[in-house]
């Protein structure tokens, strides 16, 4: 069955840099459009970057460009969230998700206003 796992969160004073990864298995990692998403307690889940495992292409929300970068490595089935510059109002839940495969995405495609098929368990960033 597919598994999601996301590591790397953790307590970081504002300034400072994180990085998040997600493991993959039971999937074919190189078919999906990758995302990760946040969610505070209490709020609606944010999208926040995605990318194409396919083309590579890439996708930010406002909130955090030119701040935090996504990657994907297809050999390793993993993909990544790099944080620089973090602020406490990226304090959040964040999880990885997975949409598609790529043929069943239709004309929403890759991005982070679409519905995503698999998710994490989500790994805690505080940022103070």
């Known amino acids: 069955h597919v598994q999601l796992v996301e590591s790397g969160g953790g307590s970081v004073q504002a300034g400072g840099s994180l990085r998040l990864s997600c493991a993959a298995s039971?999937?074919?990692?190189?078919?999906?459009?990758w995302g990760w998403f946040r969610q505070i307690p209490g709020k609606a889940r944010e999208g926040v970057a995605a990318?194409?495992?396919?083309?590579?292409?890439?996708y930010y929300s406002d909130s955090v460009t030119g701040r935090f970068t996504v990657s994907r490595d297809n050999a390793k089935n993993a993909l990544y969230l790099q944080m620089n510059s973090l602020k406490q109002e990226d304090t959040a839940m964040y999880y990885c998700?997975?949409?598609?495969?790529?043929?069943?995405?239709?004309?929403?495609?890759?991005?982070?206003?679409?519905?995503?098929?698999?998710w994490g368990q989500g790994t805690q960033v505080t940022v103070s």
């Open positions: 998700a997975a949409a598609g495969p790529f043929w069943m995405l239709g004309r929403d495609g890759c991005g982070l206003s679409r519905t995503y098929n698999y």
């Open positions: 990318v194409s495992a396919n083309d590579g292409s890439t």
């Open positions: 039971g999937i074919t990692f190189s078919n999906y459009c």
